[in-house]
């Protein structure tokens, strides 16, 4: 299928893997490039020394355009944005945050900055600091999807440009992909799909989990992260959003998590404090979702810790792989995009 997101990155098709800590690793980032379609490498876990290998173990795996994923108020973003640019990575995707000096320093080697946002107002800011497309996040997402369902939020955004879109927040197979190119957008990210596909590091009875939940069995909050943020409904979920947690309790559980995973502090503060008091506090509160996370993605522990997910958990029923989803999805929207055209006829 021909796009203008295939056209402007030089890929297959029109899917792509988004961002997600933990879970665009290597591995799966390199299956869905390998794949046609273009896979999104998170940064977010990352040091500026391990994105460096995480790109160069992508590039051992694929010869196929990828993109890294920079977070930019997160504390270390920049840094990773930095790596990617000097090793030319073909699509930076940056997010919170303005992104001028990355779309410069892109341009100079060919490269293409695409912004996730997931309002009218962030796309607009997106659109004026040069973004060659953007990530559209709908209602229905994993994570930080916006007020507005994807229904409408992608075609309010294309009224806006004729940059390639890449519609986020419900899409999980040929059904959606043809939805969203008919709402206006040039290709889909799945990260609930993906993330439960046979190369996701995702404990298996975390997969199993996304495919026996139903769709309403999410919760949006913005108690996990201090950003609006769509969970599991599980025993974990349900206590983590019940209330908002204490800016103390959020700093201590966020210090035990970079002892856990060895974070440099002294980098992190500095980081942090350099953006302001707010995003300062609002990476204590990443830092202490970002064990909640583990828990569920890696012990399957659903009572103390937290998954994300988006509502399309309830069109997922089995665990391909990467390659037999962009396959698949393609199939099926053509077919049903033959289908209808008969029934014009
Ligand atoms: C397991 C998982 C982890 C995710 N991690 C992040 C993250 O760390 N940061 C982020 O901004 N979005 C994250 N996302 C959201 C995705 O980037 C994407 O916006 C979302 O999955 C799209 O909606 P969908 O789940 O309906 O496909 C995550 C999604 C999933 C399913």
């Not at 792509?16 to 591995?27: C, E, I, K």
């Not at 010869?63 to 994923?69: A, H, K, M, S, T």
């Not at 495919?211 to 983590?240: H, W």
Request: glycine letters at 10%; charged letters at 20%; aromatic letters at 4%.
């Amino acid at each position: 299928m021909n796009t203008r997101l295939t056209r402007l990155l030089g890929i297959a098709h029109p899917i792509v893997l988004p961002g997600m800590t933990y879970v665009a690793v290597p591995r799966l980032v390199a299956a869905v490039s390998q794949a046609g379609g273009l896979g999104i490498l998170a940064s977010g876990a990352l040091s500026p020394e391990q994105c460096r290998e995480a790109i160069r173990e992508i590039r051992r795996l694929t010869d196929r355009p990828f993109g890294v994923g920079c977070s930019l108020k997160l504390p270390g973003a920049a840094a990773c944005a930095k790596v990617a640019l000097e090793e030319q990575v073909s699509v930076i995707n940056t997010s919170m945050g303005k992104g001028d000096w990355v779309v410069e320093a892109a341009q100079a080697y060919g490269g293409k900055v695409i912004a996730t946002i997931s309002s009218e107002k962030h796309a607009k800011a997106a659109l004026d600091f040069g973004a060659d497309g953007l990530i559209v996040t709908g209602h229905e997402a994993a994570a930080h999807g916006g007020k507005v369902t994807s229904m409408v939020l992608i075609p309010a955004v294309r009224d806006m440009t004729d940059k390639p879109i890449i519609a986020a927040g419900g899409f999980a197979d040929g059904r959606g992909l043809l939805a969203a190119l008919s709402l206006g957008a040039d290709a889909v990210a799945m990260g609930t799909r993906f993330a439960s596909c046979t190369e996701s590091p995702l404990h298996g009875e975390t997969k199993q989990l996304i495919l026996d939940k139903p769709a309403e069995d999410t919760i949006y909050s913005r108690n996990f992260d201090t950003f609006p943020c769509r969970v599991m409904k599980t025993p974990g979920g349900q206590k983590y959003t019940a209330r908002p947690l204490s800016p103390p309790v959020a700093l201590t559980r966020s210090l035990a998590a970079a002892r856990e995973l060895q974070t440099p502090l002294g980098d992190i503060a500095r980081d942090a404090l350099a953006q302001g008091l707010v995003p300062a506090i609002q990476t204590a509160y990443f830092g202490a979702a970002t064990l909640a996370m583990r828990k569920a993605m890696f012990d399957a522990d659903h009572h103390e810790g937290v998954q994300l997910i988006g509502q399309v958990q309830g069109l997922i029923h089995d665990q391909p792989t990467a390659a037999d989803i962009i396959q698949r999805t393609l199939a099926q929207a053509r077919a049903i995009s033959q289908g209808l055209q008969a029934q014009w006829a």
